[in-house]
C-alpha cells in the first residue's frame, strides 16, 4: 500500500517562508510526476507546482519566482519551499504522485494547513 505523508505546514506571517515535505512510502516501483495542489476555502483545488522525473519543473503564474519545488529521489520525497509567502496562499496543500506500484496509479497526502497572516 502506498501513502503520502505531508509535513512542513502551519502559521506564518506575510513576507515569511515555509518548507512542505511529502514522502511516499510503500511498495514503489518508480514515481513519474510529483505535484502540489492547493485548495483555499470556497475554492476548487489549484495545481501549485510540478517536476518530472526527468528534472523539468512548472508553476502556477501566482507562484513563481516565488515557490520552488524539489524532489529527492532516493528518498521518494518532494519539497516545497515557499517564500514571500501572501494572504492569498493561505490553503491546505496537497501533494500528488504518479507511481508505479505495480501500476501506474495517482495517489494524493492528505493536506497540510498553511495559514498567512496579513
Known amino acids: 500500500q502506498v501513502q503520502l505523508v505531508e509535513s512542513g505546514g502551519g502559521l506564518v506571517q506575510a513576507g515569511g517562508s515555509l518548507r512542505l515535505s511529502c514522502a511516499a512510502s510503500g511498495r514503489i516501483f518508480s514515481i513519474n510526476v510529483m505535484s502540489w495542489y492547493r485548495q483555499a476555502p470556497g475554492r476548487q483545488r489549484e495545481l501549485v507546482a510540478t517536476?518530472?522525473?526527468?528534472?523539468?519543473?512548472n508553476y502556477a503564474d501566482s507562484v513563481r519566482g516565488r515557490f520552488t519545488i524539489s524532489r529527492d529521489n532516493a528518498k521518494n520525497t518532494v519539497y516545497l519551499q515557499m517564500n514571500d509567502l501572501e494572504s492569498d496562499d493561505t490553503a491546505v496543500y496537497y501533494c500528488?504522485?504518479?507511481?508505479?506500484?505495480?501500476?501506474?496509479?495517482?495517489?494524493w497526502g492528505q493536506g497540510t494547513q498553511v495559514t498567512v497572516s496579513s
Open positions: 500528488k504522485a504518479v507511481i508505479w506500484a505495480p501500476t501506474m496509479q495517482s495517489y
Open positions: 517536476s518530472t522525473s526527468g528534472g523539468s519543473t
